[in-house]
């Protein structure tokens, strides 16, 4: 049978035509709370997440279910790829061997110790992993790039739902504490800048915490936000590596070395570093990044129901509140003992 034009563009457009209704009611629940968190403020992340949960009666009906998983999935890994625009290689260097030494071993060790925590609770090590990457590296960023690479069970969606709720609000509140404790604690503008930049989890609230003290408090928390940032690629390879026999058996031993988002990542971090993206287009990458991200998560909230959510019970929460602890508790001893003056 000779293929006729029609039938040619008609099978060309079927696949945006599935995918479609999920991923407008994605980006609908996207615009709807970022128009909340920025008139009435709150965290955008948090909004979205729980704006999907109430529609999650969708993924009974097939015809959103398509877009809804492309969204959560595919449109998750190109914000996370955009994330780079926000890093430079001077910027990093900028910052000195003793923020960057704090931050490489805060990361690590946060990690293994919700690793740790996660065994003693009685968790799965999955969960102590998700939830050490997110509280050490970027938050809910972090949740979503890292539980992209871990294999996928009957459980993974809830724990990553977990996750960002948990971090989200707990960062949320440490923008409101810390800069209180700063001022408690008789901190510098800079010893402040790295305080903030090191604990605090989402990019966003580090940035209110830190101009809500100063200028230059600001500036140093940002870039020590970004530096932990950074830490997303070597945690991300670390996470393929550690669960690459899981993943495998998962998908017929074909695994890639690195992801196509994680690659871009790199790649967009180095091409920022030489200086070829312009600001404008670095601003409108942010953006689209921001957008990507506040709609997978409207995704995964959508996926996601609260019957299944309140079977976790409150393990996680503290697992969470626990690593929050000790990453607080290491930076201020890293400051008190003088390594982090810049």
């Given at each position: 049978?000779i293929?006729t034009?029609?039938s040619?563009?008609k099978?060309l457009?079927?696949?945006g035509?599935?995918?479609?209704?999920g991923?407008?009611i994605?980006i609908?629940i996207?615009?709807?709370?970022?128009?909340?968190?920025?008139?009435?403020?709150?965290?955008?992340?948090?909004y979205?997440?729980?704006?999907?949960?109430?529609?999650?009666?969708?993924?009974?009906?097939?015809?959103?279910?398509?877009?809804?998983?492309?969204?959560?999935?595919?449109i998750?890994?190109?914000?996370?790829?955009?994330?780079?625009?926000r890093?430079?290689?001077?910027?990093?260097?900028?910052?000195?061997?003793?923020?960057?030494?704090m931050?490489i071993a805060?990361v690590?060790?946060?990690?293994?110790?919700?690793a740790l925590?996660?065994r003693?609770l009685?968790?799965?090590?999955?969960?102590?992993?998700?939830?050490?990457?997110?509280v050490?590296?970027?938050?809910?960023?972090?949740?979503?790039?890292?539980?992209?690479?871990m294999?996928?069970?009957?459980?993974?969606?809830?724990?990553t739902?977990m996750?960002?709720?948990?971090?989200?609000?707990?960062s949320?509140?440490?923008?409101?504490?810390?800069?209180?404790?700063?001022?408690?604690?008789?901190?510098?503008?800079?010893?402040?800048?790295?305080?903030?930049?090191?604990?605090i989890h989402?990019v966003?609230?580090?940035?209110?915490?830190?101009?809500?003290?100063?200028?230059?408090?600001?500036?140093?928390a940002?870039?020590?936000?970004?530096?932990?940032?950074?830490m997303?690629?070597?945690?991300?390879?670390m996470?393929i590596?550690l669960f690459?026999?899981?993943?495998?058996?998962?998908?017929?031993?074909?695994?890639?070395?690195?992801?196509?988002?994680?690659?871009?990542?790199?790649?967009i971090?180095?091409?920022?570093?030489?200086?070829?993206?312009?600001?404008?287009?670095?601003?409108?990458?942010?953006?689209?990044?921001?957008?990507?991200?506040?709609?997978?998560?409207?995704?995964l909230?959508i996926k996601?129901?609260?019957?299944k959510?309140?079977?976790?019970?409150?393990?996680p929460v503290?697992?969470?509140?626990?690593?929050?602890?000790?990453?607080?508790l290491f930076v201020?001893?890293?400051?008190?003992?003088?390594?982090?003056?810049?």
């Amino acid at each position: 049978m000779i293929e006729t034009p029609k039938s040619s563009f008609k099978r060309l457009i079927e696949p945006g035509q599935r995918l479609m209704p999920g991923v407008i009611i994605c980006i609908t629940i996207a615009l709807a709370t970022t128009f909340i968190a920025d008139h009435y403020g709150g965290p955008t992340l948090l909004y979205a997440l729980l704006f999907g949960m109430t529609l999650h009666f969708l993924t009974e009906e097939g015809r959103c279910l398509a877009g809804v998983e492309f969204t959560s999935r595919t449109i998750l890994r190109l914000g996370v790829a955009l994330l780079g625009v926000r890093i430079t290689l001077d910027e990093v260097a900028a910052l000195g061997v003793a923020p960057i030494f704090m931050v490489i071993a805060g990361v690590t060790l946060t990690i293994a110790v919700g690793a740790l925590l996660a065994r003693i609770l009685g968790l799965s090590r999955d969960m102590g992993l998700l939830t050490g990457g997110s509280v050490a590296i970027c938050g809910a960023s972090a949740a979503l790039a890292l539980s992209a690479v871990m294999p996928r069970h009957e459980t993974h969606e809830r724990n990553t739902i977990m996750t960002v709720v948990a971090v989200t609000t707990l960062s949320t509140v440490a923008m409101i504490v810390y800069p209180l404790l700063v001022s408690l604690l008789g901190l510098s503008d800079n010893e402040a800048g790295v305080f903030l930049g090191g604990t605090i989890h989402d990019v966003a609230q580090v940035v209110g915490a830190g101009y809500m003290i100063s200028e230059d408090t600001g500036s140093v928390a940002t870039l020590v936000k970004l530096l932990r940032v950074a830490m997303l690629v070597p945690a991300v390879v670390m996470f393929i590596f550690l669960f690459r026999k899981s993943r495998a058996e998962g998908s017929n031993g074909k695994v890639p070395m690195l992801p196509g988002f994680l690659v871009a990542f790199i790649v967009i971090v180095l091409i920022n570093s030489l200086g070829w993206i312009p600001t404008m287009a670095t601003e409108m990458a942010t953006d689209l990044s921001r957008w990507c991200l506040v709609a997978a998560i409207a995704g995964l909230g959508i996926k996601t129901s609260f019957q299944k959510l309140a079977v976790v019970g409150w393990k996680p929460v503290i697992l969470m509140v626990a690593e929050t602890i000790f990453l607080l508790l290491f930076v201020l001893g890293f400051i008190y003992f003088g390594l982090g003056e810049l």
